[in-house]
């Protein structure tokens, strides 16, 4: 059965998917903060740090719920297993 992509986030409890938010949108700034940093480099840190904030700002705006990766982290942060994606 196929699942719709409001049915699937139904599987998880609002506070869930609100954690997963944030949590995709401080790695995000966490990336903006290695760079900073000296710990990572990056071949243009402004155009990067840009993209990282919009990315953070899409994470916390729900905007990227849809994906496999949300699905995973959010069934995690609900239930503390970690399925596997391949067999």
Known sequence: MVLTQV?????????TI???RQWFADNSLACIDEVKSG???VN???SYFAE???????SLDG?????LAFKQRAHFI????CPALLP
Do not use: S
């Open 7 to 15: 049915e699937e986030l139904n599987m998880f409890t609002k506070e």
């Open 18 to 20: 609100i954690k997963t």
């Open 39 to 41: 710990k990572v480099r």
């Open 44 to 46: 243009n840190p402004d």
């Open 52 to 58: 990282r904030l919009q990315n953070a700002k899409d």
């Open 63 to 67: 905007k990227h719920d849809h994906t």
């Open 78 to 81: 609900q239930t503390g297993e």
